[in-house]
């Protein structure tokens, strides 16, 4: 079966200090990836999209970059936090092969909750 | 402007009682329309998938609906149980040139004893 797995479940840096977020998948060969913020009282915000390695779509301008070294590796990460970086971040995988026509879900993980200090 | 919006934001409700839950969306071109239950702390989990073509879906205790015309969603819950305590996200996907989807701000919805 499908697993979806990200680290650290929490985590509070300092502003400024650099960020590294992990998202792997495991039971399943070139899935779309994604990563979400999700603030509070909003709705799930889309900030990067890839669908193979190398290839990163970002969805809107930020302090933030993503890289998809692997298959089935997905990393956010950022050089100097800030503030506003605070949020619960999401990953999730999909194997749509026609993203725009998809009826398949998008399969999410636990999430990372960051607090900026 | 794509949008998607939720109502109402919280509900509280008795355990064995129904509730229905409304997504209002602006998308255009419309593709799909999701449901999703998201546990605090945790991430969502998809309920229900509907295409334009589809009025009804049903997952177990979770019934969705969807008027294309009007553009309206709503999720109805039966038999409500303490585990549905949850926040219930809509989705919609636009079959635009730009790969989206539009998420709502979730009902927050909790079952008491």
């Known amino acids: 079966s499908q697993t979806i797995h990200q680290w650290p479940a929490t985590l509070v840096q300092p502003v400024g200090s650099p960020l590294s977020l992990e998202c792997t998948v495991e039971?399943?060969?070139?899935?779309?990836l994604y990563w979400y913020r999700q603030a509070a009282g909003r709705g799930l915000q889309l900030l990067f999209y890839s669908v193979g390695i190398g290839q990163i779509s970002s969805e809107v301008p930020q302090n933030l970059s993503a890289s998809r070294p692997q298959d089935r590796q997905f990393i956010l990460s950022s050089k100097k936090l800030l503030l506003s970086d605070s949020g619960f971040y999401l990953c999730?995988?999909?194997?749509?092969?026609?993203?725009?026509?998809?009826?398949?879900?998008?399969?999410f993980g636990d999430g990372t909750r960051l607090s900026i200090l | 402007k794509n949008q998607v919006e939720q109502s109402p934001q919280s509900l509280i409700i008795l355990e064995g009682k129904n509730c229905t839950l409304q997504?209002?969306?602006?998308?255009?071109?419309?593709?799909?329309l999701r449901w999703y239950k998201q546990d605090t702390g945790r991430g969502p989990v998809s309920l229900t998938i509907m295409t334009f073509s589809e009025n009804t879906k049903s997952n177990g205790r979770y019934t969705a609906t969807l008027d294309a015309d009007t553009k309206q969603s709503s999720l109805h819950i039966t038999a409500s149980q303490l585990s549905d305590s949850a926040s219930y996200i809509c989705v919609v996907s636009a079959s635009s040139g730009t790969y989206k989807y539009i998420f709502g701000t979730g009902t927050r919805l909790k079952v008491l004893a």
């Open positions: 039971g399943t060969s070139n899935p779309n």
């Open positions: 999730a995988w999909s194997v749509e092969r026609d993203p725009l026509l998809s009826n398949q879900p998008q399969h």
């Open positions: 997504c209002n969306y602006t998308v255009s071109p419309f593709s799909n």
